[in-house]
């Protein structure tokens, strides 16, 4: 069942993580719940990931796009810890998490 | 054989399930029912009884049949079975025997009760416990039905706790049977980690034969002496039992005096091969100071039920000394005779009580003998057997017996002991004077006072009787009972029944009859200010006695004040010290990003202000841009980078 | 590789998890819970078909495996397979989340939420319980962590925030340690296999090859720490009574029932196996942890004033014969630590269902407040009085066989400190026979008389707690049924350290 995969070329993985990408971009855009544009910022920053493990598996110096990936998974752990704490902290004190509402920064 | 034990066992357990599942419903509560599977469970004692009298013995090959592999770890295999000999037989005889009189008996004196059904239930499962305690080849299922017992002991002592007290008592006499149980489980550690085995048969022959070595032998046996001490109320575990009165006078009678309590009687009884001339001394010495303080405290106690609970105590106590002495045989004896005549005051103090309406003083009885026929005579045959009458009671033969057991070993213990036997004489006669003799105290007392109902004289007949006839070899109860038992327990060096020494004999007479001749002449011959007068000298000794010698504040301070004060300064330093270090880390953790912050504001932004107060004027205009809507930034920022990778790209 | 029961099994739950979110939003509330409900029964059957499965499987080892590559760069693969251990936290999880289930009925904020977060939660539980590859084993404990989170910090009480993001930071916390000590095994051996490296260390002796033995204690104590804080022990133990103070009742259900165990299950699988020589050294100071926990943690409780912050601290005082058991090494202390497991998941459940459904009618949980509620609930009060015997280690039921043999075993290896430690026996029956008598027994203030505001115990919440008792009762007077299913695959686990680890 492995076989096809030896086929999978660069493009391929780029190609995943375009399509990943706009999803995520289309979903951070469109959805109004925070929980769901948190969901799409993981979608665009796991294109990146994808697109920097590819050119680790297909570019000249093995190993530096996966520690690079590494690291992206680490900062998006730490960056959903924090953000899903603030939109607790949002839910709890305005009973609600439609990012349009929390308008407070307006200049 | 197998059959009956099993049937002693499940019928009250088969009633217990009835009775808490039905009993509300049935007529009459369901007390018919659980009489009748007590009275089952009774009969196939008296059966198994009787066939262990006619010489026979389980079938060593059946008794391994039956056997049931319990668990199993690595290659030990955890078997449980019954074990029938001779103390089992007459174990099971006392026990069903009393459990059955006292059902009977509480058929009339809990009548009313708006939860009369369950406390029939609980009797039935107390039956079940106390028997599985009995019925038990190995220590592990001993010590199930030894902490059944005690569930069992915790809800009938706290029967009534809508009330505090009784409440509060039943919580005492677990927690502290519990104290005790830390020896049972240290004994059963010891045992097992070095022969790998609960069953007796294991443990005696590792014992004698010297795999298990003397000194594991008297740590496990000071273990299981700890362990009967919390059971059987032995100093200084014995405070739970005074307590244990608040519940309902039946269960008095059959776990506090009769049965329970006896219990750790007989799990030293049983593992008597255990115990070696070290931890004897220990188990004597326990016995005869326990017997002498509680015969003392006794002495001052007005409350019936009271005294007979620092009877039980004492009597307890002298059992211990016998075992302690080697004379195993008078301690098990003690312990049928004793079952027999403190069920029988027991259930003869309820009938008074019930008779005087709840009324325990007896400072406000008295003269109840005219009233109360059949309860007064028995309730004196009561008194005379624990006293020790001369030849005729059962009480005389048991205690003889260990005396003389105790003279033999250690002369100095059997004084404490005849001391205690004055003692016994004299506090029972002041009891009995105090209620059945001499003039009525409480008029209004008097006057609704009544002979009980049949089904509670019935038993204190029938319990009369056998204060009586137990003592003498009826169906050859010791010579073919305990004796043969005695002897594959205790090897060499065993003090038999009755070996007895004239002059233990003569002594022990002198004893029971002076402290009856004592308490008559005091308590019934004397005017109530005379005696007054008599005991001002010792008014002190008597408020020592009258206040337990302290042990209640004792405890209070020693023990239980210092356990919640530990409570609380731990439970504090859970909070602020293991969680506030946890807390802690996390605050500084935020201090540190607060001052990076304010270094950032400071210093860093202090530069960028100057600028930043020009671009103000500008940035005004500018700022109509900021709708504060996420979105329109994360829209924005894709169109500009769009555009730039688009503009680039050509 | 033949069947895909296990996987089906987690999948269950998250297909219902999905479910629960196409519900409209009207009839959210009653469509949720029942979806809820028959995903929950779904899963248990599936538990069962599972067992059942295993229970055909012949000639030791794994039963039931899946086994297909997944992230070839890292040899990350998709691994499941079960053994008896397994096996048996597989029902426990299950059956307590079915309780769990019926205990949610009355969810009222954002039921559709909940309740996909309920069965999240419950497919991460399973996934960890089944995964051989400590990658995925990995992933399924964190997927496990975020519902949590929420459950927590949105349907918990008035310092919700405080007890999830502790919870939260503590759990994360273990998984770093977790993750590194897997990363660095990655890189000494190149696999994330737990069978290949048990083999490995039954072939060489120990991982990291020669001399590595600061490393592998090291390696050890990170894993100990890891599952030691979701056990949780002294001194990683304060998240759990703000978690369940905090949590709704059929959270804390899961929570004491199986989230506990999945520190226990980790030192069996993990901890223990890969490192025998370390777990050997670190004996004595297990054993100490493990004492401090029992003792410390039942004179605690004794002090709370608040009933759920007592269970949660008899949790911790219960969960430390857990660690006790497995420091002795011996087949009792190993056997009797997983019999903890079991018993404990079904007893402390039902304690905190008691509490759960006393708070719902009182609306407060202060023990001094209450008082004689065994006459108002009679129902209630025989079972919050067999749920607390039960939980103080009575005879004929579970907690009690627990007990003994971690006892019998930790004796063996250790005998002065377990003496010790049986002074817990005392102190335990103290708390909750005080407790059983502040709250159930005495003269019932007036408040408690009102029938309408205390009914006694409802049909639904008697479905929750009867099933628990019984097992209980059942695990107590037979407790070989229950021990039979994993002794065998224990044992052998045991074995297996013990070869290398040489002593006791």
């Known amino acids: ?107 | 054989m197998l059959t009956l034990a099993l049937v002693v066992v499940l019928a009250p357990f088969g009633g217990f399930l009835l009775q808490s599942a039905f009993g509300r419903r049935l007529p009459r509560q369901g007390d018919w029912l659980t009489i009748a599977t007590i009275g089952a469970s009774f009969a196939a004692s008296c059966a198994l009884l009787a066939k262990v009298l006619g010489g026979e013995t389980l079938d060593p090959a059946v008794v391994a049949g039956a056997r049931f592999d319990w668990l199993r770890f690595g290659d030990v295999v955890w078997r449980v079975g019954v074990k029938v000999d001779g103390l089992t037989a007459v174990m099971l005889f006392v026990v069903t025997l009393v459990a059955f009189l006292v059902h009977v008996f509480s058929s009339a004196y809990m009548k009313g009760d708006p939860k009369y059904w369950k406390f029939f239930a609980w009797l039935q499962m107390f039956s079940t416990s106390m028997l599985v305690l009995v019925l038990a080849d190995n220590l592990l299922v001993l010590f199930i039905g030894w902490e059944l017992v005690g569930l069992c002991s915790y809800k009938l002592i706290g029967f009534w706790s809508e009330k505090a007290a009784p409440g509060n008592a039943a919580r005492k006499a677990f927690i502290t049977t519990r104290i005790g149980d830390l020896g049972m489980v240290a004994a059963l550690m010891l045992v097992y980690a070095q022969t790998k085995s609960f069953a007796f048969e294991d443990m005696f022959r590792a014992a004698t034969t010297g795999s298990l070595d003397s000194q594991t032998c008297t740590w496990a046996s000071l273990g299981l002496l700890f362990a009967a001490m919390g059971k059987s109320a032995q100093f200084p575990l014995h405070v739970w039992l005074p307590d244990a009165m608040e519940g309902p006078t039946p269960v008095s009678a059959l776990i506090h005096a009769a049965t329970m309590v006896a219990a750790g009687v007989y799990l030293v009884g049983r593992c008597y091969p255990l115990f070696t001339d070290a931890s004897l001394l220990v188990v004597a010495a326990v016995g005869g100071v326990t017997a002498v303080m509680a015969g003392l405290i006794a002495l001052a106690q007005d409350d019936i039920k009271k005294v007979l609970a620092y009877s039980t105590v004492s009597q307890l106590g002298f059992m211990f000394l016998g075992l302690g002495c080697k004379a195993w045989h008078a301690a098990l004896f003690h312990l049928t005779t004793h079952a027999f005549f403190k069920a029988l005051m027991f259930l003869g103090s309820g009938s008074v009580i019930h008779a005087c309406h709840h009324e325990q003083d007896m400072r406000r009885m008295g003269g109840l003998w005219r009233k109360m026929p059949i309860t007064g005579t028995t309730f004196f045959v009561g008194v005379l057997a624990i006293a020790g009458f001369p030849f005729v009671t059962a009480g005389f033969y048991s205690k003889d017996a260990i005396l003389a057991g105790a003279w033999h070993m250690h002369p100095a213990l059997a004084w404490v002991g005849l001391g205690a036997a004055v003692l016994t004489a004299f506090y029972m006669f002041r009891l009995f004077a105090m209620t059945f003799l001499g003039k009525p105290k409480d008029e209004h007392v008097f006057e609704h006072a009544h002979e009980s109902p049949l089904p509670m004289t019935l038993p204190l007949v029938v319990l009369g009787v056998l204060s009586v006839v137990a003592g003498w070899d009826l169906v050859g109860w010791h010579t073919k009972l305990l004796e043969p038992t005695a002897a594959a327990v205790t090897s060499a060096g065993s003090v038999h029944g009755h070996e007895h020494s004239e002059v233990v004999m003569t002594l022990a007479i002198v004893a029971g009859l002076f402290g009856l001749v004592a308490g008559f002449v005091l308590f019934a011959k004397t005017s109530p200010a005379r005696v007054a007068a008599l005991k001002r000298p010792f008014a002190a000794l008597e408020r020592a006695f009258a206040r337990k010698f302290g042990f209640d504040e004792l405890y209070r301070e020693l023990v239980l004040r210092p356990a919640y004060t530990l409570a609380k300064i731990l439970s504090w330093a859970d909070a602020e010290g293991v969680d506030g270090a946890v807390n802690g880390i996390g605050r500084t953790a935020r201090s540190a990003s607060r001052g990076s912050g304010w270094a950032d504001a400071k210093v860093v932004d202090g530069a960028v202000r100057g600028t930043g107060a020009a671009v103000l004027a500008g940035g005004g205009g500018l700022s109509r841009l900021q709708s504060g809507r996420f979105r329109t930034y994360v829209a924005a920022g894709v169109v500009v980078v769009a555009t730039v990778l688009v503009v680039l790209s050509f | 590789m033949g069947s895909n029961l296990l996987t089906l099994t987690f999948l269950i739950p998250l297909a219902g998890s999905l479910l629960v979110l196409l519900v409209p939003k009207e009839s959210a509330g009653r469509a949720c819970r029942w979806v809820n409900l028959l995903t929950s029964l779904a899963t248990f059957g599936a538990t069962l078909a599972v067992w059942s499965g295993w229970s055909k499987h012949t000639g030791g080892g794994y039963a039931l495996v899946e086994d297909a590559a997944w992230i070839k760069a890292f040899s990350i693969r998709y691994h499941l397979g079960v053994d008896g251990v397994s096996v048996a936290l597989l029902l426990l999880t299950s059956f307590v989340s079915l309780g769990g289930s019926l205990a949610s009925w009355n969810i009222e904020k954002s039921p559709k939420g909940y309740h996909s977060m309920f069965l999240l939660l419950l497919g991460g539980m399973i996934g960890v319980f089944m995964a051989l590859d400590m990658f995925l084993f990995y992933l399924f404990w964190e997927i496990m962590l975020l519902p949590m989170y929420f459950l927590i910090g949105i349907w918990g009480g008035p310092r919700r925030q405080y007890a999830a993001i502790k919870f939260f930071l503590y759990t994360l916390a273990g998984s770093v340690l977790m993750l590194a000590a897997i990363v660095l095994i990655w890189i000494k051996h190149g696999t994330f296999q737990i069978p290949e490296i048990v083999a490995l260390v039954k072939a060489h002796g120990g991982l990291f090859g020669e001399g590595a033995e600061g490393l592998r204690i090291a390696c050890f104590i990170a894993f100990f720490v890891a599952f030691a804080i979701k056990v949780p022990s002294f001194p990683f133990h304060t998240w759990l009574p703000d978690a369940h103070v905090e949590a709704p009742t059929p959270i804390s259900m899961i929570l004491a029932g199986v989230l506990l165990k999945m520190g226990g299950y980790g030192l069996i699988r993990m901890a223990y196996p890969f490192f025998p020589t370390a777990a050997a050294t670190l004996g004595t100071t297990i054993v100490v942890i493990s004492l401090i926990s029992i003792v410390y943690a039942a004179f605690v409780a004794m002090a709370q004033t608040d009933f759920k912050k007592l269970v949660a601290y008899s949790s911790v005082s219960h969960m430390g014969f857990v660690t006790l058991g497995l420091a002795s090494l011996t087949p009792e202390g190993h056997n009797g630590a997983m019999y903890m497991m079991l018993a404990h998941g079904t007893i402390s459940p039902m304690l905190f269902m008691i509490v759960g459904v006393i708070y719902e009618r009182a609306h407060h949980r202060d023990l001094d407040r209450f008082g004689g509620l065994a006459w108002a609930m009679p129902t209630y009060g025989v079972l919050a009085a067999f749920g607390i015997f039960a939980s103080l280690g009575l005879p004929a039921l579970s907690g009690f066989i627990a007990e003994i043999t971690v006892f019998l075993g930790s004796f063996q290896s250790f005998p002065r400190l377990t003496l010790v430690a049986t002074v817990g026996m005392v102190v335990t029956a103290a708390y909750y026979l005080i407790t059983l008598q502040k709250v159930y027994l005495g003269d019932t203030p007036a408040v408690y008389r009102d029938k309408a505001h205390y009914p006694d115990v409802s049909r639904r919440e008697l479905l929750v707690l009867v099933p628990l008792a019984i097992v209980t009762l059942w695990m107590g007077i037979l407790p070989d049924g229950a021990m039979s299913i994993y002794r065998g695959d224990l044992e052998g686990i045991l074995e297996g350290v013990k070869a290398i680890a040489g002593k006791p």
């Open chain 1, 1 to 107: 069942m492995t076989g096809f995969l030896e086929h999978i070329g660069l493009m391929h993985f780029l190609t995943v993580g375009a399509v990943l990408f706009c999803a995520g971009i289309v979903t951070v855009l469109a959805r109004r719940n925070a929980v769901g544009v948190l969901i799409g910022l993981e979608l665009v920053l796991n294109a990146a990931n994808l697109n920097l493990v590819a050119f680790d598996r297909f570019g000249p110096a093995p190993l530096r796009g996966s520690v690079f990936a590494i690291f992206v998974l680490a900062v998006a752990a730490a960056e959903a810890a924090i953000a899903l704490a603030i939109v607790l902290n949002v839910f709890d004190s305005r009973d609600e998490i439609d990012v349009d509402e929390v308008s407070a920064l307006k200049g």
